[in-house]
């Protein structure tokens, strides 16, 4: 696998630092579908009516760009992971207002700890998918790469095909779960699963990732 974006990831990074143009806006978007993608994963239908992902994402890209002079970090990997622990906090206050505040009678802090767990699942099924079962360990900036073209690619299918993929392999949902999500029938999701997958291959064979 080619590390186009993870080089790109450096150079905008390190020209971030240095105070030098858009460098930063431009490292954050590189980093936009992967966070739209995972915080769709922690919110569940009734939150989605109430506030949407893209909503969380972009008020962690601009948190980030307010404070971004107290990220310590020197690698792509650790700004990822410093933009994550932003975005877990936001999920974390979306969760107390929306979830927490309707159970009146149970006085209990949202643990971002639990959150952060949850999120580190969804990653690791979202880099399972491309995986090849008989490479080595990934490294950090192998997963780090894997993760972002395989969100890329992701927002670019169409919505029904996104959306059984992120079902199905992100939340980690069986067939008759997705297809009670879906509102289709389990048979109509198992082909349209199949086709997604078979055009997400296409798309990562074409980037030279499968």
Partial sequence: MSNLITS??????AGAQNGQGDCLGRLLQLYLN???LIARTQLDQKLQARTSASDV??????E???????????CPEEF????RKILINNLGHIIQRHVLAEKRDVRREISL????????????????????PGQTPSTDAQNHEASLLLANELAELPDDYREVIL?????????????????????????LWMRAIAQ???RLESRGVL
Avoid: C
């Avoid at 994402?57 to 601009?62: A, E, F, N, P």
């Avoid at 952060?116 to 491309?130: C, K, W």
């Avoid at 079902?167 to 198992?190: C, D, Y």
């Fill in 57 to 62: 994402v972009q008020d962690t890209l601009l």
């Fill in 200 to 202: 997400l291959r296409v």
């Fill in 8 to 13: 790109e990831a450096n150079q905008l990074l």
């Fill in 167 to 191: 079902l199905r392999h992100i939340e980690g949902l069986a067939f008759p779960e997705v297809a009670a999500r879906m509102e289709r029938s389990a048979g109509a999701v198992r082909m």
């Fill in 80 to 83: 990822l992971g410093w933009l």
């Fill in 113 to 132: 700890d639990d959150v952060g767990a949850t999120l580190e699942r969804s990653t690791a099924r979202l880099v399972a998918i491309i995986a090849d």
């Fill in 34 to 36: 992967y966070l739209k």
């Fill in 64 to 74: 980030a760009h307010r404070d971004f002079s107290k990220f310590r970090g020197s």
